[in-house]
C-alpha cells in the first residue's frame, strides 16, 4: 500500500492520506467453500472483490449500506423483492438500503461489490448469514 498526504478543499486542517492498494495484496478471505472475497474500506465506503463458484448461494439478506454489484465474469441470479434479476457480465445492479436479496451464481463469477456505508459485520466477522 502506498499513502500519500492530501487536504481536502473544504477543510484544509483535515490530513487524509491517500492510499494506494494492489489487489494481489490483499490475502483472500474463504467465507465459504464456494465463496471467497477480498476488500478495501474508507470511511464511508467499501470496495469487495468476490469469487463464487457455479450453484454458490449469498442466502437473503438486507443491510443499511446500499449496494453495487458489477459482474466482470460470469452471472449472477439475484432475487429481490420477490423479482429474479439476472446480472450478466459488464452489468451492474443497484440495491437501496435496507432492501432483502439474496444472489445465486449461474457460473463461475468474479464480481465488484461496492457499499456504503461500510459493511461492519464484514469487518468484524458478524455476517453470519453468508456462513451458514
Request: charged share 30%; hydrophobic share 40%.
Amino acid at each position: 500500500m502506498v499513502q500519500r498526504g492530501w487536504a481536502c478543499e473544504e477543510d484544509r486542517s483535515v490530513s487524509e492520506p491517500v492510499r494506494l492498494y494492489r489487489w494481489d495484496e490483499i490475502a483472500l478471505e474463504k467465507v465459504t467453500e464456494v465463496i471467497s472475497r477480498k476488500f478495501i474500506t474508507g470511511h464511508r465506503e467499501m470496495l469487495a472483490q468476490v469469487y463464487l463458484k457455479r450453484g454458490a448461494v449469498v442466502p437473503m439478506h438486507s443491510h443499511d449500506s446500499e449496494q453495487l454489484s458489477y459482474v466482470l465474469q460470469g452471472a449472477l441470479r439475484f432475487l429481490v423483492g420477490g423479482e429474479s434479476i439476472t446480472v450478466r457480465e459488464g452489468e451492474v445492479l443497484h440495491i437501496p438500503s435496507w432492501v432483502e436479496h439474496q444472489a445465486e451464481a449461474l457460473e463461475d463469477t468474479f464480481e465488484l461489490d461496492m457499499f456504503s456505508p461500510i459493511r461492519q459485520d464484514w469487518l468484524d466477522k458478524t455476517d453470519d448469514y453468508f456462513r451458514k
